[in-house]
Nanobody
C-alpha cells in the first residue's frame, strides 16, 4: 500500500501563488509516475500536470507557463508551484502516483482563488 499526503492548499486572490506538496510513503515499488489532478465545482477530475521518474513533464494547456511540477531528490515527493492563479483554478487538488502498476490517490487539498 502507498499513502499520499497533500498539503499547501489555501485561499488566495487572483494573481497569487501557492505551492502544493505531496509526500508518498509505504510500500513504494517501481513508482515511476506522479501527478496532480484537480476537480472543480461541478466538473470532472482532470489531469493538471505529471512527471515521470525520468523527469518528463506534461501539463494541461490552461496551466502552461503558470504551473510547474517538480519532484524530490528521491522519487517519493512531488510539488506543484502555481503562479498567476485564476478563479478557474479553484478546485480540490489531488496527488496521484502509480506504483507497481497500481494507482493511488491522496485525500485532496482545497485551492480557492477569489477576490
Amino acid at each position: 500500500q502507498v499513502q499520499l499526503v497533500e498539503s499547501g492548499g489555501a485561499s488566495v486572490q487572483p494573481g497569487g501563488s501557492l505551492r502544493l506538496s505531496c509526500a508518498a510513503s509505504g510500500r513504494l515499488l517501481n513508482m515511476y509516475f506522479m501527478a496532480w489532478y484537480r476537480q472543480g465545482p461541478g466538473k470532472e477530475r482532470e489531469l493538471v500536470a505529471s512527471i515521470t521518474i525520468g523527469g518528463v513533464r506534461n501539463y494541461e494547456d490552461s496551466v502552461l507557463g503558470r504551473f510547474t511540477i517538480s519532484r524530490g531528490d528521491v522519487f517519493n515527493s512531488v510539488y506543484l508551484q502555481m503562479n498567476n492563479l485564476r478563479s478557474e483554478d479553484t478546485a480540490v487538488y489531488y496527488c496521484n502516483a502509480v506504483s507497481a502498476g497500481v494507482q493511488y490517490w491522496g485525500q485532496g487539498t482545497q485551492v480557492t482563488v477569489s477576490s
